[in-house]
């Protein structure tokens, strides 16, 4: 904390120091003061602040890439109804086969939200929403919020509700492929919930 306080004291004085407090000047104040305590860390001591702000800069870019990606499928998807075919799951509904669902009572996930709040596969598009119980491995408030909003910012998906233990966090998903469940969980906690622990811990 006290290294990333004096990059932003001298980000700063080097704005002043131009004379220009633009964001732009102020962002490549900030890059030359990194630099510059980097180097220094054998005056200064070790510090972890070097290692997580270049971690910081790659979890920005794979989300922002991953964001990327999501706003195309669900554009596609709205222009090009029936677009996105997510396999059996999709092909079952089309052939009258009883509609899957995403809710967890099976799993022993306890959901708050009753069957009727658990929306099936319409058969006329290839979605496959519902509601999926995800357990956490985030425990603190910071880690439970970043991961709940990084969830709701991507476009498909929205966190609904935490559980009482703060133990589980219920997602709506647009895109669940196949009606697989388990899958999509994995997808979550080995991906957007493990980069989010590995940043803040």
């Known amino acids: 904390m006290t ?9 700063v004085t080097w704005g002043m120091a131009t004379g220009q407090f633009t964001v732009p000047n102020l ?14 860390q054998r005056l200064l001591g070790p ?8 971690q910081v800069f790659r979890f920005a870019l794979r989300y922002v890439w991953e964001l990327i990606l999501a706003n ?11 677009a996105w075919p997510t396999g059996g799951a999709g092909r079952a509904a089309r052939a ?3 509609r899957p669902w995403a809710g967890d ?5 306890g959901s708050p939200f009753p069957d009727s709040l658990r929306a099936p596969l319409a058969s006329e598009s290839y979605v496959c929403p519902g509601v999926v119980a995800i357990p ?10 970043l991961l709940a909003n990084l969830i709701t910012l991507t476009p498909g998906s929205v966190s609904l509700d935490l559980s009482e233990d703060r133990r589980v966090l219920y997602v709506h998903a647009m895109y669940i492929v196949d009606g697989d469940v388990d899958a999509y969980r994995r997808s ?5 919930e493990r980069r989010v622990l590995e940043l803040l811990r």
């Open 188 to 192: 979550v906690k080995e991906g957007l």
């Open 27 to 40: 962002v490549v104040g900030f890059v030359l003061s990194y630099l510059i305590l980097r180097f220094s």
């Open 72 to 82: 195309f499928r669900v554009a596609y998807d709205v222009l090009v109804p029936g």
């Open 47 to 54: 510090s972890p602040y070097f290692a997580k702000v270049p």
């Open 136 to 145: 956490l491995d985030a425990r603190t408030d910071v880690e439970i919020t």
């Open 96 to 98: 009258g086969a009883p």
């Open 3 to 11: 290294t990333f306080l004096w990059n932003i004291l001298l980000a």
């Open 105 to 109: 009572a099976d799993a022993g996930y």
